[in-house]
């Protein structure tokens, strides 16, 4: 499912201030904020406020936003004064994904093994 906001998605429900989340920046486009299971000192997730639940449900019409998710990770990177940092997107089942709404991991502030080891 693309662009509709849906009432079941956890994700939705931060977006729209129903959960709360401890978020590192917001625009009309993309919200930032921390895991809440982090798996490195920094974790962050930054997602689109329209809901698109999968890498594979995004349009060429998101290609700005998509964009912008890479650069609000690398004005997250430079505003947290991150040297260096790791951002995966888990797409499907078999993919690692476990909340249906699109969002990038990012993740700094440990040593990173090279590849994805
Ligand atoms: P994924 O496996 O790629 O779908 O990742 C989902 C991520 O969402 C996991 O890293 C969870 O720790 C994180 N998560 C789940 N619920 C929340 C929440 N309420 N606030 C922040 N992060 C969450
Ligand atoms: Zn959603």
Redesign the pocket.
């Known amino acids: 499912m693309r662009n509709k906001s849906s009432s079941t998605c ?1 994700f939705c429900k ?1 977006i729209s201030h129903e ?1 709360p ?1 401890e978020c590192l920046y917001e625009d009309d486009e993309i919200l930032a ?5 982090p ?1 490195a000192p920094f ?1 962050v ?1 930054l997602i689109p406020k329209i809901h698109i639940s999968t890498l594979n449900d995004l349009g060429v019409e998101n290609i700005d936003m998509a964009g912008k998710l890479f650069l609000t990770a690398k004005y997250l990177a430079a505003s947290n004064n991150l040297e260096g940092y790791r951002v995966v997107v ?1 797409t499907n089942q078999q993919g ?4 249906y709404h699109m ?1 990038m ?1 990012m993740l700094a502030g440990r040593q990173m093994k090279p590849g994805l080891g």
């Open positions: 956890l931060i959960l989340s904020f921390k895991d809440i299971n798996q974790h997730l888990n690692g994904q476990v909340v969002h991991h």
